[in-house]
Nanobody
Framework: QVQLVESGGGLVQAGGSLRLSCAAS????????MGWFRQAPGKEREFVAA????????YYADHVKGRFTISRDNAKNTVYLQMNSLKPEDTAVYYC?????????????????WGQGTQVTVSS
């Protein structure tokens, strides 16, 4: 089992940047595929980005491609989401998730562990 704690959310103006972190504890972090998801009020949770166990491959939703970067530091048991050129429509609670497998997926239902979320608000 793994516990996930997100941090780094906040209020930022459109065009600004934020870096989210997700610290993991418990089982070996490097054994998990990691993902970031977000949920805006009244909307379903949606995929943002994912990274495989070795950090050799990354995957992005089309609406963040070119603006967001996912990375991980297995030595620090942490996954990051660098968010640049933020837009008001990026406003949401952002969650990190872990999947106990080598297969990366964008399907939220296939992730095994979730953090509590961190709020990101982008003002226009």
């Amino acid at each position: 089992q793994v516990q996930l704690v997100e941090s780094g959310g906040g209020l930022v103006q459109a065009g600004g940047s934020l870096r989210l972190s997700c610290a993991a504890s418990g089982r070996t972090f490097s054994g998990y595929v990691m993902g970031w998801f977000r949920q805006a009020p009244g909307k379903e949770r949606e995929f943002v980005a994912a990274i495989n166990r070795s950090a050799g491959n990354t995957y992005y939703a089309d609406h963040v491609k070119g603006r967001f970067t996912i990375s991980r530091d297995n030595a620090k048991n942490t996954v990051y989401l660098q968010m640049n050129s933020l837009k008001p429509e990026d406003t949401a609670v952002y969650y990190c998730a872990a999947r106990d497998t080598s297969i990366v997926t964008s399907e939220a239902g296939k992730y095994d562990y979730w953090g509590q979320g961190t709020q990101v608000t982008v003002s226009s």
